[in-house]
């Protein structure tokens, strides 16, 4: 065989497996991000309270270890072109040292535009400069919003006509530019796309040097929202694994919008989805319900675990759905999952999961061993909720 070919092969074959040994992120990168509760109002003060209580309330210890600022944090730029930040944070760079001080790592935002949504200063023309900055101040996230690009891909596509996927290959060189110049910069820093999975990020993510890149339009505390983003996750499984993910946005767990249970499917849905856990809640006010759905030991081992695959809709009829997902181990995870309004009496095969001879069956938010189940296992689903099961052989 030809070298060059010989090399080219080897390069496709173990790119993954070497993306994930080098990527900051070989399982679902989890924390938190300040957009769905604080937008633009959030300041320093309150990513330092919110550094304060996720060791306070055990979540540090459970996983969650980004502290992510979202968009509103820029100032204007110096003399040289440097970003700074605004009046709510004067101190990057000692706001980084506080939050690495709780063991924790510090996340920030941009966009590959002039603007970002909230209309603050982007990066364009200033890839390799903003991440030296943020590499100098000690940021360990970077957030890169698509928001006001889309104004040069709409002037590709006008400069070349003939040419009907020249908008989506100037994103892609975008973002490319980016994850390169904060390669450059030595320091590990996990790298998330967010453009609403325009042009299928999931097909080219790993290619520009991210870990995780949104699959969806933006998140809201309802139901309805909730839902249909996870129900929209089930046709590209097979792109998530060790070292890059699908992101299906943030989560909601906390806000006020949802009840409990709700919550509860909306956790138990993004745990099977091996989708990254970036709460949005305010944490100083988070009640005991919140704090036990976000800290489940069993449901974030579920999407931490190191096999790294995402969960497939086994079966959808009506208001149901299964969801299966393989842990390592041998086991598989299966969500019992309802859309209807009231309590659900489903049911599946073992055989078709994987457990022709019976399994032990756990039932992870109850936390309670079921015993020895075969043939068909049938559970009760309460309205908008999830039964989540762990089998085992």
Same mark, same amino acid.
């Given at each position: 065989?030809?070298?060059?070919?010989?090399?080219?092969?080897?390069?496709?074959?173990?790119?993954?497996?070497?993306?994930?040994?080098?990527?900051?992120?070989?399982?679902?990168?989890?924390?938190?991000?300040?957009?769905?509760?604080?937008? #633009?109002?959030?300041?320093?003060? %309150?990513?330092? +309270?919110? /550094? @304060?209580?996720?060791? *306070?309330? !055990?979540?540090?210890?459970?996983?969650?270890?980004?502290?992510?600022?979202?968009?509103?944090?820029?100032?204007?730029?110096?003399?040289?072109?440097?970003?700074? #930040?605004?009046?709510?944070?004067? %101190?990057?760079? +000692?706001? /980084? @040292?506080?939050?690495? *001080?709780? !063991?924790?790592?510090?996340?920030?935002?941009?966009?590959?535009?002039?603007?970002?949504?909230?209309?603050?200063?982007?990066?364009?023309?200033?890839?390799?400069?903003?991440?030296?900055?943020?590499?100098?101040?000690?940021?360990?996230?970077?957030?890169?919003?698509?928001?006001?690009?889309?104004?040069?891909?709409?002037?590709?596509?006008?400069?070349?006509?003939?040419?009907?996927?020249?908008?989506?290959?100037?994103?892609?060189?975008?973002?490319?530019?980016?994850?390169?110049?904060?390669?450059?910069?030595?320091?590990?820093?996990?790298?998330?796309?967010?453009?609403?999975?325009?042009?299928?990020?999931?097909?080219?993510?790993?290619?520009?040097?991210?870990?995780?890149?949104?699959?969806?339009?933006?998140?809201?505390?309802?139901?309805?929202?909730?839902?249909?983003?996870?129900?929209?996750?089930?046709?590209?499984?097979?792109?998530?694994?060790?070292?890059?993910?699908?992101?299906?946005?943030?989560?909601?767990?906390?806000?006020?919008?949802?009840?409990?249970?709700?919550?509860?499917?909306?956790?138990?849905?993004?745990?099977?989805?091996?989708?990254?856990?970036?709460?949005?809640?305010?944490?100083?006010?988070?009640?005991?319900?919140?704090?036990?759905?976000?800290?489940?030991?069993?449901?974030?081992?579920?999407?931490?675990?190191?096999?790294?695959?995402?969960?497939?809709?086994?079966?959808?009829?009506?208001?149901?759905?299964?969801?299966?997902?393989?842990?390592?181990?041998?086991?598989?995870?299966?969500?019992?999952?309802?859309?209807?309004?009231?309590?659900?009496?489903?049911?599946?095969?073992?055989?078709?999961?994987?457990?022709?001879?019976?399994?032990?069956?756990?039932?992870?938010?109850?936390?309670?061993?079921?015993?020895?189940?075969?043939?068909?296992?049938?559970?009760?689903?309460?309205?908008?909720?999830?039964?989540?099961?762990?089998?085992?052989?």
């Amino acid at each position: 065989m030809n070298v060059r070919l010989l090399l080219a092969s080897f390069a496709v074959l173990f790119a993954p497996a070497l993306h994930a040994q080098t990527s900051p992120a070989p399982t679902p990168p989890m924390g938190w991000n300040s957009w769905n509760h604080f937008a #633009g109002k959030v300041t320093d003060a %309150d990513v330092r +309270a919110t /550094a @304060d209580q996720l060791v *306070s309330t !055990g979540m540090r210890d459970a996983g969650y270890v980004y502290v992510n600022i979202d968009d509103t944090w820029q100032g204007k730029r110096d003399a040289n072109g440097a970003i700074r #930040g605004n009046e709510k944070f004067p %101190d990057m760079k +000692a706001l /980084a @040292d506080y939050v690495h *001080s709780k !063991g924790l790592k510090l996340g920030i935002y941009s966009s590959p535009g002039e603007k970002t949504c909230a209309g603050y200063a982007g990066s364009y023309g200033h890839e390799a400069q903003d991440a030296q900055t943020y590499a100098a101040w000690g940021v360990d996230f970077l957030k890169y919003d698509l928001c006001s690009f889309g104004d040069q891909m709409s002037a590709e596509r006008k400069a070349h006509p003939d040419d009907p996927q020249a908008g989506e290959k100037l994103m892609i060189a975008a973002y490319k530019k980016m994850g390169d110049a904060l390669r450059a910069t030595g320091r590990p820093i996990l790298y998330s796309l967010c453009q609403y999975g325009f042009a299928d990020p999931w097909k080219w993510g790993p290619s520009v040097g991210a870990s995780m890149w949104r699959t969806t339009d933006d998140i809201n505390d309802t139901w309805p929202r909730m839902f249909i983003i996870g129900q929209e996750q089930a046709d590209i499984a097979q792109y998530a694994g060790p070292g890059h993910w699908n992101d299906p946005d943030m989560l909601e767990i906390g806000n006020g919008g949802m009840k409990p249970d709700e919550y509860r499917q909306h956790m138990s849905l993004w745990a099977m989805l091996a989708a990254p856990l970036l709460a949005g809640n305010d944490l100083t006010k988070m009640s005991d319900v919140d704090r036990s759905i976000l800290t489940n030991r069993e449901v974030i081992a579920i999407d931490q675990d190191p096999l790294g695959k995402q969960a497939t809709r086994q079966y959808e009829h009506a208001d149901m759905s299964v969801w299966t997902k393989p842990l390592s181990g041998g086991r598989v995870a299966v969500a019992l999952v309802t859309s209807s309004w009231g309590e659900r009496r489903m049911q599946f095969n073992l055989a078709e999961v994987g457990f022709p001879n019976g399994a032990s069956v756990r039932d992870v938010w109850d936390g309670k061993d079921l015993g020895r189940q075969s043939g068909v296992f049938t559970g009760v689903v309460p309205g908008h909720g999830v039964l989540l099961l762990i089998l085992s052989k």
